[in-house]
């Protein structure tokens, strides 16, 4: 018996649909130019969540996979062009667009890649000119 909170995904047309099961490991803000540019947005709402948390339930063949470097298999819908996550494997983790999971709670503890980020937000979060020390980054942090 799991006692595990199950989050429902899709893309935008609903060909894909996803499972994201329990806590992700961290949530927060991306500034970097790459989510940028990939999500067209001044900010990525990221949730990074363990790989085994996350299953696709139906569309499978429909996901498209672009690697721009080993370290991020971006994942689309072939139908739609709707982005929907993320796999960072090398990390072991994936991140699911936030927007992409609505009944998700969105709780964002931190800021990270701030120091190119173009959009200032005054959330008074932690904000990362790249990212945490545990995260492989320098740990500093800058002004809002
Ligand atoms: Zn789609
Ligand atoms: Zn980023």
Redesign the pocket.
Known sequence: MTTEKTYRGR??????EFTASGDPAVQGYCHCESCRHWSASPVNAFTLWPRESVAIIK?AN?IGTYLKTDRSHRKW?K????HVFTDHPGMGLIDVYAAIIPNYPFRPTVHVQYGEGVLHVRDGLPKFKDFPKEFDGSGVTVPE
């Open positions: 893309c935008f047309c609903g060909t894909i569309g429909s819908c139908d739609c062009g709707g």
